[in-house]
């Protein structure tokens, strides 16, 4: 496949375009490379490509489509977290159910935009992705919220210590570890150790999970 290897590099949010539809990636590739401060490092035709494809090219965002033959979104997503790779990713569906949207939050996607968004939103939604922030409608946070508090989640947040409600809410406001290290005069190393705790005791596997935890519960500055 072609890549984009002859244009200098922009140094700005590199990202990897995963879509079935050649003609869906080509139009995402055509808008998004006129944005000064991102750059479409590659692209794949399907999740397990898509995989091979954030291993080498280490992106910075992820835009995944879910429905795709082989290994779909859902798997590939999950495949990246087994890996740990740190690409955020960004769901780019034309699936409104929340049957669909729903396991790839859980998955650990980012958040999800439609197919047929203003592509001045999409490009304010991979700079948000990447800043650290969660993007989600209200009805699939509500969604995702309800299943927490069907599981107990309640009361785990008496069981976190004061220090790391305070890690919490950082993750909330979208701060990364280095963020929030700095915030809290922490070594990184100090505060991954808060942030694997965090999960822990809530029972959640990520935090995109943790920061609708805290939103939902009042833990947010």
């Known amino acids: 496949m072609a890549e984009a290897a002859a244009r200098p ?18 139009g995402l590739r055509t808008f998004l490379e006129i944005q000064d401060d991102i750059e ?13 494809r954030a291993e ?14 082989g290994t779909d979104g859902i798997d590939a997503l999950r495949k990246l977290r087994e890996l740990a790779n ?15 949207v ?16 203003d592509p001045d939103a999409l490009a304010g939604a991979i700079r948000s992705v990447h800043a650290g922030h969660v993007l989600l409608q209200p ?10 508090e069907g599981n107990g989640g309640t009361g785990r947040g008496s069981t976190l210590t004061e220090r790391e409600r305070e890690v919490l809410t950082l993750i909330a406001d979208g701060r990364s570890n280095r963020e929030i290290a700095r915030a ?3 070594s990184e190393k100090t505060v991954k150790t808060h942030v694997s705790n965090i999960l822990m005791k809530l029972d959640l596997s990520d935090r995109t999970q943790a920061a609708l935890w805290a939103v ?5 500055g």
């Not at 740190?86 to 669909?100: D, G, H, M, N, Y």
């Open 40 to 52: 479409v490092v590659g692209e794949a035709g399907d999740g397990a490509e898509g995989v091979a």
């Open 184 to 186: 809290l005069v922490l």
């Open 139 to 148: 009805e699939v946070a509500g969604a995702l919220l309800a299943q927490d």
């Open 56 to 69: 080498e090219l280490r992106p910075d965002v992820v835009l995944m489509d879910i429905k795709m033959p």
């Open 9 to 26: 590099a922009k140094n700005g949010i590199r990202v990897l375009l995963v879509d079935d539809h050649q003609v869906v990636r080509r």
């Open 216 to 220: 939902r519960h009042g833990i947010t």
């Open 86 to 100: 740190p690409a955020k990713v960004l769901i780019v569906t034309s699936f409104t159910e929340q049957r669909t």
């Open 102 to 117: 729903v396991p790839a939050l859980r998955a650990g996607a980012s958040g999800y935009v439609y197919k047929d968004v």
